[in-house]
């Protein structure tokens, strides 16, 4: 083994062709990544152990664990066995097969290729990479079977439960917070659809998104399945606090609901009926929006008073120490259609749904930016996330009762929407598309390859500034909409990193920085 590569230090970066096409280890940062590579020709031996890792991949994959073996056979016959076999469906390939003909990456990893020894299975070298892309662990199998397989996969489960606990410890007081605030700001996400990418470990709390408000007055979820999954979270982390959603964009039945005294106390009765059954820390209000049929829903002018009834209904009947949060906006639009001073005292937290400026525009205003912490030229008028949190803390909701919402995608106006993980795989930098930095909103965009405005996002540096921001005007803390929309979990860790260590994420924005300048510059 290579005696420069030292645990627990950055591993070796590198660039190469795959079966997958090409292939950057920077990509897979904020992933756990296990680098396979057995230094010889592509034999039996090689072609063995390769079907087992496509046997188990599942199990890696469950674990959020990419594989990447590499083959430094000089021929490269492992793309004749690869277009043979694998890719017309004699075997399933789910992960990359990396191109090392040259033996380059066997060596940044000091690993001598020898292709001369044909009567031997020679050592499987796994090098273990964190998300953080330091080097967390090496191993070495004689050969690799189910036995080698599984307890790779135990040592990689240990390391994951250890580096979570490391650096995101719940009873830390976050290096980020600030002193004269009252209580430490927390960290959650919605999850609309299948939970299994959600990390638990990094959040404060979880808010399955939906349930909704039948005819009757009953309520009913996308799946009790998944949340049920979420709630077994907190098997992972105790501490978690998993709440369901109600409602939605386009969710009816609000205005019935808060109708009349004997409607207000049939819902929440409902509300704590799947509070009880799924052993639910509480309930999230996402009425869209009282007083407004904007989104094609019931309303009436009465809804302003009758929303705090409502809310007042579901404190009764949940409990004082229930968490009830309001997810809503900072819109004067939306402040004039709620009593916020009066909710203030009932609620828990005011779910500040600071993305999407720009859902409804069209034409030349569709080119702006969706979440962006201060007003800019590239803003919606004078529109900010800034300017959303002051309209609350000015209308009576406390500053350490707002959580301020970060979209997990990219926004062209009312036309486009993109995953991060999109954005990520297409976009960012990519296809002749460009990432730029507006220093003024503290926000980035994508523009096309003719320059032009195309996505706006939310990138670990934006999530930097608006961390700061949580810890310097004494915030609740950070959610985002959705925990899907970033598979590998990578803004995720950011965001969990701006509200519980942000000295960190600052050190990998520095690091990432300094990166890309020495590779500009070489």
């Not at 296990?34 to 469950?62: D, Q």
């Not at 600030?178 to 979880?206: Q, R, S």
């Not at 579901?314 to 309001?326: F, H, K, N, P, Y």
């Amino acid at each position: 083994m290579n005696e420069h590569i030292a645990i627990g230090k950055s591993a070796p970066l590198f660039t190469a062709s795959s079966t997958k096409g090409l292939i950057n280890l920077n990509d897979y940062a904020g992933k756990w990544v296990v680098l396979l590579c057995n230094p010889t020709e592509f034999n039996a031996w090689r072609k063995n152990e390769f079907i087992y890792l496509m046997k188990h991949a599942k199990s890696f994959s469950e674990k959020g664990i990419e594989l990447l073996p590499i083959s430094t056979d000089p021929k490269a016959m492992h793309l004749q066995w690869f277009y043979g076999n694998a890719r017309l469906g004699t075997y399933a390939m789910p992960f990359p097969i990396i191109d090392d003909r040259n033996g380059e990456i066997a060596k940044l990893y000091n690993l001598n290729p020898d292709t001369t020894n044909r009567n031997q299975p020679p050592n499987m070298h796994a090098f273990i990479i964190a998300p953080d892309q330091k080097l967390v662990k090496t191993l070495t199998y004689s050969t690799l079977g189910g036995l080698q397989i599984n307890e790779l996969l135990t040592t990689i489960t240990t390391l994951q439960t250890e580096y979570r606990t490391q650096i995101q410890n719940v009873n830390n007081q976050p290096s980020g917070s600030n002193p004269l605030c009252e209580t430490n700001p927390i960290v959650g996400e919605y999850v609309l659809g299948n939970p299994e990418n959600v990390d638990a470990h990094l959040l404060d709390f979880v808010i399955y998104a939906f349930a909704l408000i039948n005819d009757d007055g009953s309520l009913t979820v996308y799946s009790t399945r998944y949340l049920k999954e979420l709630a077994n979270l907190r098997l992972e982390n105790p501490y978690l606090r998993v709440i369901m959603a109600i409602g939605g964009w386009g969710a009816d039945g609000f205005s019935d609901a808060a109708l009349t005294p004997t409607s207000r106390y049939n819902f929440a009765r409902e509300a704590k009926r799947w509070v009880d059954q799924y052993g639910l820390d509480g309930i999230d209000i996402d009425w869209e929006y009282p007083g407004s049929s904007v989104s094609g829903i019931r309303s009436r002018p009465q809804d302003r008073e009758n929303f705090t009834l409502l809310l007042t209904a579901l404190r009764d009947v949940l409990g004082a120490d229930a968490w009830i949060s309001v997810a809503g906006t900072g819109e004067t639009s939306y402040i004039n259609n709620v009593e916020i001073a009066n909710i203030a005292p009932i609620i828990s937290y005011f779910n500040l749904m600071a993305y999407d400026f720009t859902a409804g525009e069209t034409g030349s205003t569709a080119g702006r930016h969706q979440s962006n912490l201060y007003p800019s030229e590239l803003g919606l008028g004078n529109n900010s996330v800034d300017t959303q949190i002051q309209n609350l803390i000015e209308a009576g909701m406390p500053s350490s009762q707002i959580l301020m919402g970060i979209p997990f995608y990219g926004r062209y106006g009312a036309t486009q929407t993109k995953t991060f993980d999109d954005l990520r795989k297409n976009y960012l930098n990519k296809n002749g598309y460009r990432v730029l930095w507006d220093n003024v909103a503290k926000a980035p965009y994508v523009v096309d390859p003719n320059g032009n405005f195309a996505y706006s996002y939310d990138n670990l540096l934006s999530i930097y500034f608006k961390g700061l921001y949580v810890a310097e005007n004494c915030l609740g803390g950070l959610f985002s909409w959705q925990a899907g929309m970033d598979q590998a979990n990578i803004l995720a860790n950011g965001m969990s990193q701006a509200v519980r260590d942000i000295d960190q994420l600052e050190d990998l924005l520095a690091k990432a920085y300094y990166l890309e300048t020495s590779n500009e510059n070489s």
